[in-house]
């Protein structure tokens, strides 16, 4: 159950990292929903499902070797210009590690004897997997630690902190786990006693890339978050918007920040189109004082009604610009207005009052 805990929370912050990330390169992605399935495959109700221990071990190698190469990928793409990583030596790998599988899969019978253990074949697939995954977990493990020095304190540089940690007890893991040979002929293990060993030190590891990747990844899922509520809030006037200027929306895109940030600048827009349709007396149709996003939400209803009627009004220039406020700021101010425009009942006023000064 803690194998499949610990598979899930890194499937989801890889998730969280594809939905944040929407573009560029994907590589802490790929290593966190890497690990995650093999986390999962290697699981002990996984293993007595399917039946055998060598099948789901080969194929967690394969995914762990994927993560580890996807750490290479981030380490180097902190260089600029990015440095590209070849991808012959993990396919080296892989079909050196299927070549000794085939050679010691029909002795799967003799697991767990020194007879296996000293097979050429399964020595041979045991320096392998711990001489890729060491090699790319120390050039991760430097270029985090770098990283991590010259960031300003906050959760990003803790969380970056903790992946140092869970790299150096990832390498420990590796040296450990992946050499049960060596490590079954020096000390008094004995096979059944070495895979609980391992197993225990892999989720110590494992749940120290949770915690950094949950820190390093806090403050993006947070964005996410004010970036779907920003959005959910501004809906309701951008689509009055765009029904009345249809050229103002742009194409769409997916990432939601920038989604965000673009409706905001369509409703702007908009609102500037409309700007000649509000009616200089639209004072005296507020009977009583109201806040500025009411304001504006009756001044768009009333610029829609006259729109319609093809009425418009010269309006002085604007004053010098003042600083721009935030991208958190002005959504929250059109947010404001948005709920103003669908729900005041000063707006619904101002909306019968324009109504009815067209048809007179």
Same mark, same amino acid.
């Given at each position: 159950?803690?194998?499949?805990?610990?598979?899930?929370?890194?499937?989801?912050?890889?998730?969280?990292?594809?939905?944040?990330?929407?573009?560029?390169?994907?590589?802490?992605?790929?290593?966190?929903?890497?690990m995650?399935?093999?986390?999962?495959?290697?699981?002990?109700?996984?293993?007595?499902?399917?039946?055998?221990d060598?099948?789901?071990?080969?194929?967690?190698?394969a995914?762990?070797?994927?993560a580890?190469?996807?750490?290479? &990928?981030?380490?180097?793409?902190?260089?600029?210009? #990015?440095?590209?990583?070849?991808f012959?030596?993990?396919?080296?790998?892989? @079909?050196?590690?299927?070549?000794?599988?085939?050679d010691?899969?029909?002795?799967?019978?003799?697991?767990?004897?020194?007879?296996?253990?000293g097979?050429l *074949?399964?020595?041979?697939?045991?320096?392998?997997?711990?001489?890729?995954?060491?090699?790319?977990?120390?050039?991760?493990?430097?270029?985090?630690?770098?990283?991590?020095? +010259?960031?300003? $304190?906050?959760?990003?540089?803790?969380g970056?902190?903790?992946?140092?940690?869970?790299?150096?007890?990832?390498?420990?893991?590796?040296?450990?786990?992946?050499?049960? *040979?060596?490590?079954? #002929?020096?000390?008094?293990?004995?096979?059944?006693?070495?895979?609980?060993?391992?197993?225990?030190? +892999?989720?110590?590891?494992m749940v120290l890339?949770?915690?950094?990747?949950?820190f390093?990844?806090?403050? +993006?899922?947070?964005?996410?978050v004010?970036?779907?509520?920003?959005?959910?809030?501004?809906?309701?006037l951008?689509?009055e918007?765009? @029904?009345?200027?249809? &050229?103002?929306?742009?194409?769409?895109?997916?990432d939601? #920040?920038?989604?965000?940030?673009?409706?905001?600048?369509?409703i702007?827009d908009?609102?500037l189109?409309?700007?000649?349709?509000?009616?200089?007396h639209?004072?005296?149709?507020l009977?009583?004082p109201?806040?500025?996003?009411?304001?504006?939400?009756?001044?768009? @209803?009333?610029?829609?009604?006259? $729109?319609?009627?093809?009425?418009s009004?010269?309006?002085? &220039?604007?004053?010098?610009?003042?600083?721009?406020p935030?991208?958190?700021?002005? *959504?929250?101010?059109?947010?404001?207005?948005?709920s103003?425009f669908?729900?005041?009942?000063?707006?619904?006023e101002?909306?019968?009052?324009?109504?009815?000064?067209?048809?007179?």
């Amino acid at each position: 159950m803690i194998s499949y805990l610990s598979a899930a929370l890194l499937a989801l912050i890889g998730l969280i990292r594809l939905m944040t990330v929407r573009a560029g390169p994907k590589y802490l992605a790929t290593f966190f929903l890497s690990m995650a399935a093999g986390l999962a495959v290697s699981a002990e109700p996984t293993v007595r499902l399917l039946g055998d221990d060598l099948h789901p071990r080969l194929v967690t190698n394969a995914l762990q070797l994927l993560a580890m190469r996807a750490l290479v &990928q981030l380490a180097r793409s902190a260089r600029s210009p #990015e440095k590209r990583t070849a991808f012959w030596p993990i396919v080296l790998c892989w @079909a050196l590690m299927v070549l000794c599988y085939l050679d010691f899969a029909p002795h799967r019978s003799e697991v767990g004897t020194s007879g296996f253990q000293g097979r050429l *074949s399964v020595v041979v697939y045991q320096a392998v997997l711990v001489t890729y995954g060491v090699t790319c977990l120390v050039m991760f493990t430097c270029t985090l630690a770098r990283s991590a020095a +010259g960031r300003p $304190r906050g959760t990003f540089r803790t969380g970056l902190r903790i992946l140092v940690c869970a790299a150096v007890m990832t390498i420990g893991w590796v040296l450990f786990s992946g050499l049960p *040979s060596l490590w079954l #002929e020096i000390t008094d293990l004995a096979d059944l006693d070495f895979l609980p060993h391992a197993r225990l030190a +892999g989720l110590c590891a494992m749940v120290l890339w949770v915690l950094g990747g949950l820190f390093t990844t806090w403050d +993006g899922a947070l964005r996410l978050v004010r970036a779907w509520q920003g959005i959910r809030a501004v809906t309701p006037l951008w689509k009055e918007l765009v @029904a009345a200027h249809p &050229q103002i929306a742009l194409p769409v895109r997916h990432d939601m #920040e920038f989604t965000l940030y673009r409706r905001v600048i369509e409703i702007r827009d908009g609102l500037l189109a409309l700007r000649a349709h509000v009616p200089p007396h639209l004072g005296d149709w507020l009977r009583t004082p109201v806040d500025e996003p009411t304001r504006a939400a009756a001044e768009l @209803a009333a610029a829609l009604v006259m $729109r319609e009627a093809g009425r418009s009004w010269p309006h002085p &220039q604007a004053g010098p610009d003042e600083a721009p406020p935030s991208m958190r700021e002005e *959504s929250a101010w059109l947010g404001a207005v948005s709920s103003a425009f669908t729900h005041s009942l000063v707006v619904r006023e101002v909306r019968e009052r324009a109504v009815a000064d067209v048809g007179r």
